[in-house]
């Protein structure tokens, strides 16, 4: 466990594991989680021998929470002072949701830094941005818990609620711990994120991975990114929006394998 402070004099809290000479993979998480969202995936891409490299975001988990409204550019410059940090010239990544806009903004702008790349539920323009400021006004006026039950409905398909309600619990957990003031910087980054006109710039070899039943970032939003990021490659999983949480066997099958080097065709 370790901290660095970014340019902008924000502290940032870290987690490394596995072999410190292997292949590099950073996680990036979601909004309203920490780093362990990555538990069922961390242990699995050390085996495989990569070196990984969890972080919570601003605003998240042990990382420091500033007030006022955040953009994708500041969270992709935190990622970027990790691996500064770090002395990573060139990584692979995986990102969920928010961890997964702050990937595309970081492979569209700094592409020749990342091996490969997996997007995962994730979109690249809000449409309504009335939702985000609804929801930012909740937090702000009642806290965390004026959002938890909402979003881990969304989050979670009602099969997976009633199967595993020990994970959920454990999701709603971090999801109740999350700063208010960094949630709703955060919530702002996502209502203003519109990267649609840039992604032919991304080069690293990308892995899109579609939540089936996401209605946050629901499949044909996934999909456009796949038919506009060049070779983009597609898996649609069974899950909601945190497939990684939902359906991590073949989460970790695909999305690992990719990142390590495997070519999945589509897994639909």
């Not at 990267?195 to 579609?210: C, H, K, Q, S, Y």
Request: hydrophobic share 40%; net charge negative.
């Amino acid at each position: 466990m370790a901290d660095f402070t970014t340019n902008d004099g924000v502290r940032i809290h870290y987690e490394t594991e596995g072999r410190d000479d292997g292949p590099p993979l950073l996680f990036a998480n979601s909004l309203g989680t920490d780093l362990s969202l990555w538990d069922a995936q961390a242990a699995e891409a050390a085996g495989l021998g990569f070196r990984v490299i969890r972080y919570d975001g601003r605003g998240h988990g042990q990382s420091e929470a500033p007030d006022g409204d955040y953009t994708l550019e500041r969270l992709g410059q935190d990622a970027l002072g990790l691996l500064d940090k770090l002395k990573v010239e060139k990584t692979a990544f995986c990102g969920i949701s928010m961890g997964a806009m702050t990937g595309t903004w970081l492979a569209m702008n700094h592409s020749r830094r990342f091996s490969r790349v997996a997007l995962c539920n994730t979109t690249v323009w809000m449409a309504d941005k009335h939702p985000w400021n609804d929801r930012i006004d909740a937090v702000q006026r009642d806290g965390m818990e004026a959002v938890v039950d909402t979003v881990v409905e969304r989050w979670f398909t009602a099969d997976f609620r009633r199967r595993e309600p020990d994970e959920v619990e454990r999701v709603r957990a971090m999801i109740l711990a999350t700063d208010p003031d960094g949630y709703c910087g955060s919530c702002a980054a996502i209502r203003d994120v519109d990267m649609r006109d840039r992604l032919g710039l991304i080069e690293a070899p990308t892995l899109v991975v579609i939540g089936a039943h996401d209605p946050a970032t629901p499949p044909e939003r996934g999909q456009y990114l796949v038919e506009r990021i060049p070779g983009a490659q597609k898996a649609v999983l069974e899950a909601a929006h945190l497939s990684n949480v939902e359906a991590p066997a073949e989460f970790n099958r695909i999305v690992l394998g990719f990142l390590a080097g495997e070519r999945p065709g589509e897994h639909v």
